[in-house]
């Protein structure tokens, strides 16, 4: 027996090492592959990426060899440990697959379910954190491991987007495993923008990381025009970003205002660069050579912000992760932890300064290479883990701080981080707003139905909750504490060149995900009875996932109808009155994302939602039913004992 067994360790050894020197020729193909990226300089994402990966090179792999590595890997005698006849052969959408299409991974992966909150819903896939990342670990009081021959779960990452650790370390770490996307048999997919034709084959669980069209909101020239029309509609409650002139187009407008006030300090940027690449600041006086110049050249020229809030001397700016859930109705949630960006060099306003890069952007691109650049340990190896980035006069140690090294500066200072916050989440919702119009018809064109609005759905399935987006709001506080939104990322950099940004992004991905909801195969959650509240009382349906998945399935027109009714109310008790089971399930799925939204904070649908539904041209009739729902008192509703019979019973009230 003992010899069997030495036998059969030395055996699995001899298969290790083979897995490991396969993996290190991998890697070093790999390697290869990312330093000559597959780019379309036309495309208007190209900045974007390329930023992403200029940020990512310090970024390590966390352990073990990844899905490519392990699908390249020699099949014979390495075996999944599953043993062979309890493998339950269905894809995410339930078909049978041929078990040989699958890699052979050395370890099953172990997927972990979320219940909902309510009784007799279906779960979602749970994404904790990894330990690597040293985020404190969300409650798990609701998470039930998924039955271990239950059928697997994939996802795809392409090679179109740069292969980030926070991403492929989650979605491992999750339980599922990598499939190419040709085949379709993915849950989640990590890519570019969907491509009418990948759009078209979605069936109602899949779930893709963007819009399509969400260029509309990277493009610093397009965000600019979708900004201007509302600023012109609506004056100056919109006057959330400095004033552009989209060049060379509006060079005389711009050569006006420039003339109109000859104070002003002006900074140029290229529209779909990054990293501070190409951006230039000066002031009115402006040579003749380069006005010429500048009369040619594609680009934006704002208001530069000559009072921005300084920290001991410097200039900083704020990365705000911003996920949109989906469109409409508009779901908004901002992370509750981001990255504050300092400049290297101590603040002037001076002309003669301007050409000071590390003084006057705040890009940890371009101040990583100043020698006073100093990264932050996010409290490894520090006494006190939330003081770290500070020194005893409340200054930056460190180039780079956590919001919540922010707020606790704020607090010191006496300065109010909630206001700032509040009109920081004011400038998202306008944001968002101001491009849902375009986004719409890029969704409507990109389906091939013009008219259908957000309700138009692929013919596999895809829905207006098919796709959602994570976006790296970039934001300048002046000394007034007023927030001014300087361009949004629609690739932001997940990258771990830090500890800090390590915890950080690799928290907020998996918090994305959970968010979002994943939703199992029936399958599997069948397989894992635990994973639901069953109704004790009555007999409710449960909720198919395609259904629960998909939300309205009513024509604009019968929605336009109902979404007046329910608009005239006076009192959010008559409008409730009025909801029928599409408005009831709308609240519910909006609750269950809230109810596992991890460290993401609703922005929007708030209570306060009234104030925004002028800025729509008709406000829709999911964006009407989740206003009222939060004026009526949102998720404490459903502690109420008067619902319609067709209402869940919320039976745990615990955030995850
Ligand atoms: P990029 O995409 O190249 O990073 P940004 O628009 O983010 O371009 O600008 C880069 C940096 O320049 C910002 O981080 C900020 O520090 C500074 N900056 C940009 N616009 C302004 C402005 N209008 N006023 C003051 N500073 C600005």
Redesign the pocket.
């Known amino acids: 027996m003992a010899r069997r067994l030495r036998m059969l360790k030395r055996r699995r050894a001899f298969h290790l090492r083979r897995v490991m020197l396969a993996a290190g020729l991998w890697m070093k193909l790999r390697k290869r592959r990312r330093c000559a990226p597959r780019q379309n300089p036309s495309s208007p994402l190209h900045?974007?990426r390329k930023?992403d990966a200029m940020d990512d090179v310090e970024d390590v792999m966390e352990g073990a060899p990844s899905d490519d590595e392990i699908e390249q890997l020699p099949r014979g005698p390495v075996r999944s440990r599953r043993p062979p006849s309890r493998v339950v052969k269905a894809t995410a959408e339930g078909k049978p697959f041929d078990e040989g299409e699958v890699q052979c991974g050395p370890k099953p992966r172990k997927i972990v379910l979320l219940r909902s909150v309510f009784e007799g819903r279906p779960p979602v896939v749970l994404f904790s954190y990894t330990q690597a990342c040293c985020a404190e670990q969300r409650p798990m009081d609701r998470a039930v491991p998924a039955d271990e021959d239950g059928p697997r779960m994939f996802y795809s990452h392409t090679d179109a987007v740069h292969q980030y650790n926070a991403v492929i370390n989650i979605l491992r770490h999750g339980g599922l495993y990598r499939v190419r996307a040709e085949t379709n048999r993915w849950t989640v997919m990590w890519s570019l923008h969907p491509t009418p034709e990948q759009l078209r084959r979605f069936t109602p669980v899949q779930r893709a990381n963007h819009f399509p069209g969400s260029f509309h909101l990277g493009r610093?020239d397009l965000i600019w025009r979708n900004l201007a029309k509302m600023q012109q509609r609506f004056g100056k409650e919109y006057q959330i970003?400095?004033q552009?002139y989209i060049l060379p187009k509006a060079f005389l407008a711009w050569d006006a205002a420039r003339l109109r006030q000859p104070e002003a300090?002006?900074?140029w940027?290229?529209c779909s660069?990054?990293?501070?690449?190409?951006?230039t600041?000066f002031s009115s006086d402006v040579p003749e050579d380069q006005l010429r110049e500048l009369s040619k050249k594609r680009g934006i020229v704002?208001?530069?912000?000559?009072n921005?809030l300084l920290i001991g001397g410097r200039?900083?700016?704020m990365r705000v992760y911003v996920v949109v859930v989906s469109y409409d109705p508009l779901k908004v949630y901002v992370n509750d932890e981001g990255l504050v960006?300092f400049?290297t060099e101590p603040y002037s306003d001076s002309v003669d300064t301007l050409q000071s890069r590390m003084m006057?952007?705040?890009?940890y691109?371009?101040n990583k290479q100043s020698p006073a650049f100093v990264q932050n340990l996010d409290g490894q190896g520090a006494e006190d883990k939330e003081d770290a980035a500070i020194d005893e006069a409340g200054q930056p140690k460190a180039s780079k701080w956590s919001l919540t090294e922010l707020k606790i500066h704020f607090e010191r200072e006496g300065l109010n981080f909630g206001a700032m916050w509040e009109s920081m989440k004011d400038l998202v919702i306008k944001t968002l707003i101001s491009v849902e119009e375009p986004l719409k018809a890029e969704w409507c064109k990109t389906l091939g139905c013009e008219d259908g609005g957000w309700s138009a759905r692929g013919p596999g399935g895809a829905q207006r909750s098919s796709c959602y987006e994570i976006y790296g709001f970039?934001i300048?506080v002046d000394e007034t504490l007023k927030p001014?939104l300087?361009?949004v990322?629609i690739c932001p950099s997940l990258s771990s060149g830090s500890p800090l940004d390590k915890r950080i992004k690799t928290k907020l991905v998996a918090d994305v995900l959970t968010l979002v909801g994943v939703h199992p195969p029936t399958a599997l959650w069948q397989l894992s009875p635990d994973s639901v509240h069953w109704p004790v009382t009555g007999s409710l349906p449960i909720m198919d996932e395609n259904e629960a998945a998909s939300g309205c399935l009513l024509s604009e027109e019968e929605m336009a109808k109902r979404a007046r009714r329910i608009a005239s109310c006076e009192s959010p008790a008559d409008a409730l009155s009025l909801f029928d089971d599409i408005a009831w399930e709308l609240c519910v799925v909006a609750h269950e994302e809230d109810m596992r939204s991890g460290g993401l904070m609703r922005a929007f649908p708030c209570p306060h939602a009234a104030r925004y539904a002028h800025y729509w041209d008709e406000e829709s009739y999911c964006n009407i039913v989740l206003r009222k729902w939060q004026e009526a008192g949102g998720g404490a509703i459903f502690r109420s004992k008067k619902l319609p019979p067709w209402v869940p019973r919320q039976v745990c009230f615990n955030k995850t």
């Open positions: 900045a974007t930023a610093k970003s400095p552009g300090l002006w900074i940027k290229p660069q990054s990293c501070g690449r190409g951006i600041v704002q208001r530069y912000i000559p921005p200039k900083f700016d960006r400049a006057h952007l705040t890009n691109s371009v970039d300048l001014w300087l361009e990322n």
